[in-house]
C-alpha cells in the first residue's frame, strides 16, 4: 500500500472486511449506543458477539486463534465500529494492538497457548497497564514493583487509567524488577483477573467513551507465576513503547471513525435544515466548513493507511504511527467542533449525536500518547544523525 507499492485499492479481503464490521456496527452497536453512552454501561454481549466475529484478534495468526489479517484491515474495521460508538472501538483497539500484538511478538510458547488464544479469539478481554499516577506521559518512573521470591513475583502498586480495567481477564502489568536499573529494570507480567492480592477502583465516570469501562488498579503482595513474565526481565519498557506504537495506528483509525461520523452527520442535516426559505447546504459557509472537513478525514486517513502499510511490510513505521495519530486525532476533535456549530442549537443536545462525538474525540489526543507527545517522537526521528 501507500510507502511499499503506492497501490491505493483494497483488495476483496478486505472490502469484505470493512462491509462485515460496517453492517455488524450498524445492527448490533446502533441500537444501544445512546443508552449506553448514558448510562456508562459495558458492551458485554456486543463484546462477545465481536470476537465471535474475529474482530478481537484480527492480526493474529490462526495459531493462536487469530484472523490472520493485516494491519489494514484492522483499520478499516477499527473506522467502521468506532464510526458508530468510539467506545467498542477503544475496547477491540486495546485487544487488539496492545495485548494480542504485544504477546504475540514478545511472550513464549506457553503464554501464547494459555493466554493469547482465548483472547484472539474473543472468549477472554486483555488490558494494558502502564500508567501511574505520577507515571503517565514519562512512563520510565514506574513506582509499581515486582519482587522475584523463588517461582513467582510479588507485585505491589497501583495502575491508572486503565481500559478494560473492571471487565478484562488477563493484564499485562509494567513494574520494576530492578530499581538500580532505570527504565532498563522495567519488566511485563501478565496477571490474571482474580489473583490474591489484585484489585480495582471505582469506575471513573468520564467525558467521553463511557461505555467503556476505565478505572485504576491496585496490587497488594499480588503473586505472580515467573513463567508470566513477558519477553524477559529489563524489557518491559521497549515492550510497552513497541506495543503502543502500532496501537497509535489503532487509535489513529478510532479518530477517523468519530470524525466520518461527524462528517456524514453534517451532510444529512445540511440537507434537510432549512433556513431563509432553502437548506442550509445551499450556502457557502456551509460548503466550505464540510469540504475543509473532508480533505481533513481523507488526509488522515491516507497518513493511517501509510502507517499500517509500513507496518505490514515489516519496515519501521514509528514516525508514521506518530503522524496519523497526531493528525487524525487534532482533526476529528475540529470536525466534532464543526459538526456541532452546522447543527447549531441542535448539536448541543444528546438527541443528535455529534455532541457525543465531541466528548468522544477528546480522548484520542490523550491517551496511548498525548498529541505532546506524538510530536517529540516525530521530531527525534527528524532530527537524529
Not at 510458547?109 to 514519562?138: C, N, R, T, W
Amino acid at each position: 500500500m501507500i510507502g511499499t507499492n503506492m497501490n491505493f485499492d483494497f483488495t476483496e479481503e478486505q472490502l469484505l472486511i470493512q462491509e462485515t464490521a460496517k453492517d455488524f456496527a450498524r445492527t448490533e452497536i446502533a441500537p444501544t449506543s445512546v443508552e449506553r453512552d448514558i448510562n456508562a454501561v459495558f458492551p458485554g454481549e456486543i463484546v462477545k458477539k465481536m470476537g465471535e466475529l474475529g474482530f478481537l484478534g484480527m492480526m493474529v495468526s490462526p495459531d493462536y486463534g487469530g484472523a490472520g489479517l493485516d494491519t489494514l484491515s484492522y483499520v478499516l474495521a477499527m473506522i467502521e465500529i468506532s464510526k458508530v460508538d468510539a467506545s467498542c472501538g477503544v475496547i477491540m483497539s486495546v485487544n487488539n494492538s496492545l495485548v494480542c500484538y504485544g504477546l504475540e511478538k514478545y511472550a513464549t510458547e506457553h503464554i501464547k497457548q494459555k493466554y493469547l488464544v482465548p483472547l484472539a479469539q474473543g472468549e477472554k478481554l486483555g488490558a494494558f497497564a502502564l500508567s501511574e499516577p505520577e507515571a503517565g506521559s514519562d512512563a520510565t518512573k514506574q513506582t509499581t514493583t515486582a519482587d522475584k521470591e523463588g517461582d513467582s513475583y510479588t507485585l505491589n502498586g497501583m495502575k491508572n487509567w486503565i481500559t478494560n480495567g473492571i471487565n478484562g481477564d488477563y493484564f499485562l502489568v509494567m513494574a520494576t524488577t530492578n530499581k538500580e536499573a532505570g527504565h532498563k529494570g522495567i519488566s511485563t507480567l501478565l496477571v490474571e483477573k482474580g489473583a490474591p492480592g489484585f484489585g480495582h477502583g471505582k469506575k471513573e465516570d468520564k467525558l467521553g467513551i463511557r461505555s467503556s469501562d476505565t478505572c485504576s488498579l491496585t496490587f497488594e503482595n499480588c503473586k505472580v507465576p515467573v513463567e508470566n513474565l513477558v519477553w524477559e526481565e529489563g524489557k518491559g519498557f521497549n515492550f510497552a513503547m513497541n506495543t503502543l506504537n502500532g496501537g497509535r495506528i489503532g487509535i489513529a483509525a478510532q479518530a477517523i471513525g468519530i470524525a466520518e461520523a461527524s462528517l456524514d452527520a453534517s451532510i444529512k442535516y445540511a440537507k434537510e435544515r432549512k433556513a431563509f426559505g432553502q437548506t442550509i447546504s445551499n450556502f457557502q459557509a456551509i460548503q466550505f466548513k464540510i469540504a475543509d472537513m473532508a480533505v481533513k478525514v481523507d488526509a488522515a486517513k491516507l497518513l493511517t493507511f501509510k502507517a499500517a502499510s509500513l507496518k505490514d511490510a515489516g519496515k519501521k513505521y514509528y514516525k508514521e504511527a506518530a503522524e496519523a495519530k497526531l493528525y487524525a486525532s487534532t482533526i476529528a476533535v475540529e470536525i466534532a467542533l464543526d459538526a456541532i456549530q452546522i447543527h447549531g442549537g441542535y448539536g448541543y443536545v444528546r438527541e443528535y449525536l455529534v455532541e457525543r462525538y465531541l466528548r468522544d474525540s477528546k480522548i484520542t489526543e490523550i491517551y496511548e500518547g498525548t498529541s505532546e507527545i506524538q510530536k517529540i517522537v516525530i521530531a527525534r526521528e527528524l532530527l537524529k544523525d
